[in-house]
């Protein structure tokens, strides 16, 4: 069993991400963060109380950082994930606001607590920008020794990049400075890249599929 701390920015892409995971039979996702990402964080935010109440997920959500560390004026995703990154879905007359609201309390400090509180145990998921986890080991320099494993998906490792800079992945170039504190000071990191996800699309038969289910 994995029981996982998911660092998300949702995003139709993160949002299929929690989904997978909460359907998993040897997964428990223990706790959602939110970060600032495919669009700001007031709409991923929204999104991930949304998935918890749709998935039925017993888990509680904190919000995290709406900027990047440094001054890095970068444009959102909007344009491939809708306005409020879920297709202009939320709030229509099928999809009411989530009844769900997050914790109180920072996501980088949620991030420590639950470390502290399941050395060993916890692996960590980050599906956005890593601003998140960088204030988090800002708060505490030994959180790798506390996570069962971190992996990541972000970076272009053939720089076969999905933003304005054609070569760069969104997630790093969105907060690159928070990419390269947490790459230099965590050990050990399982990276899925973006080619990585080019490689393996859903296709029109599993989309077929998913349209076909009469669910929420």
Known sequence: MKTLLIDTDPGVDDALAIMMASAHPDTQIKAITTVAGNVGLE???ENACKLVEILDIDAPIYVG??????DNPV???AGF???DGLGDCIG????????????????ATAICSY??????????VALGPLTNI???????????????????????????????????????????????MVLSK?????????????????????????????SK
């Open 186 to 214: 965590w050990p050990m990191v399982t990276i899925v890249d973006w080619e990585i996800s080019l490689a393996y699309p859903i296709d029109a038969k599993n989309l077929s599929r998913f349209f076909a289910i009469d």
């Open 75 to 77: 444009e959102d995703a």
């Open 115 to 124: 470390a502290n509180q399941n050395t060993g145990t916890l692996d960590l």
């Open 134 to 180: 960088a204030v988090a080991l800002m708060l505490d320099p030994s959180l790798p020794e506390k996570y069962r494993s971190l992996t990541i998906m972000g970076g272009a490792i053939r720089a076969q990049g999905n933003t304005s800079n054609y070569t760069a992945e969104y997630n790093f170039y969105r907060d690159p400075e928070a990419a390269r």
């Open 81 to 83: 994930h809708g306005n």
């Open 65 to 70: 950082c709406g900027d990047s560390l440094l």
């Open 43 to 45: 709409h991923t935010t």
């Open 92 to 107: 229509d007359a099928d999809i009411p606001p989530a009844s769900i609201k997050p914790e109180n309390g920072h996501a």
